[in-house]
């Protein structure tokens, strides 16, 4: 138990960063944001690529989105790409490691980051983006994971953000987060997005391996999908009734708390352990399975104190 024990990268590099210079100019008066209105009356939807530098699949379905020239027919579509800073810093040969430059930028959503003294690339980002999640009735932020897991939807545990994704389809797995639960705030937390209500709705898909082709064909056919839902595109002609999906609520997040935290076994995420099972260790704490059917979420490959090290869930 005194070994660190990762499933191994094995996963290749099909989608790469691009040039993304040419979109820093929008319309909005912020860098890399791009807004359309339709003239009718309908939802303001904001689909957000690059919270984390490292997630490239936002960037082709937000890419994709603006050379394709779509158009909202009713209300207003907005385009954003959030890190562009740390996606500028990828580095071929450390492919992981621009993931965020000081701050994690999906955890600092709150009133007291956000007006707070201090100071880093994200919370300098964010601070710009504020405008554009106020004005948002609704949110699609694009992810991707280490790991080639299924990908699955994760959001805020109100009704109306499981009405969306289940509306929306694919993926069929739902991660739901009691309010208060995970560690900071993100962007689907902040403001009326993370506050109880009818109206709007704001997710995350996470598409898949961050730099794999079905990844960034997922977010490009999400991003359609959540358009087409809320009326901003027609639907694909051969669009599929929405299946059953999978879900699973959020127990507990393990935060790491020393350099010796280690799984029981290797790991990739949705592992199940039963009651009382061991499945991480961190210095002397251990960390059990606080039920049966635990499904763990989102497990660290590289343990960095402070960081989340693994999410616990049950299935709903």
């Known amino acids: 138990m005194t070994q660190a024990t990762f499933a191994p990268d094995t ?141 699955f939807w994760v959001y805020p545990e109100f009704e109306r953000n499981g009405r969306l994704a289940l509306a929306v389809g694919n993926p069929l797995v739902h991660l739901v987060m009691p309010v208060g639960c995970a560690p900071g705030t993100g962007l689907n937390g902040y403001g009326r997005h993370g506050e109880a209500g009818d109206q709007g709705g704001a997710v995350v898909v996470e598409c898949g391996q961050h730099f794999s082709q079905s990844a960034a064909d997922l977010a490009t056919d999400v991003s359609l999908r959540f358009l087409a839902h809320l009326g901003l595109m027609d639907p694909a002609p051969d669009a599929a009734a929405p299946e059953a999906a999978r879900r699973f609520r959020l127990l507990e997040v393990h935060m790491v708390k020393s350099e010796g935290f280690a799984f029981t076994r290797p790991v990739i995420g949705f592992e199940t352990f039963s009651k009382g099972e061991l499945i991480a260790v961190d210095m002397e704490r251990e960390i059990r399975s606080p039920c049966d059917n635990c499904t763990i979420f989102m497990p660290t490959r590289e343990p960095v104190v402070g960081r989340e090290g693994v999410y616990l869930t049950v299935p709903i």
């Open 11 to 151: 996963a290749p590099l099909e989608v790469l960063p691009r040039d993304i210079s040419a979109y820093r100019q929008g319309n909005t008066g912020i860098d890399y944001v791009h807004r359309f209105e339709s003239g009718r009356p309908g939802p303001h939807v904001l689909i957000n690529a690059l919270t984390h530098g490292n997630e490239i699949c936002g960037m082709v379905a937000a890419t994709h989105l603006l050379d394709m020239g779509v158009r909202p027919k009713i209300g207003t579509l907005t385009v954003s790409f959030a890190h562009v800073e740390a996606y500028n810093a990828f580095d071929i040969n450390r492919p992981y490691d621009n993931r965020q430059l000081v701050h994690n930028l999906n955890r600092i959503w709150s009133k007291e980051m956000l007006e707070g003294t201090e100071q880093s690339p994200e919370l300098r980002r964010a601070r710009e983006l504020r405008p554009v999640l106020d004005a948002a009735d609704y949110l699609l932020d694009i992810h991707s994971t280490r790991a080639p897991v299924q990908p």
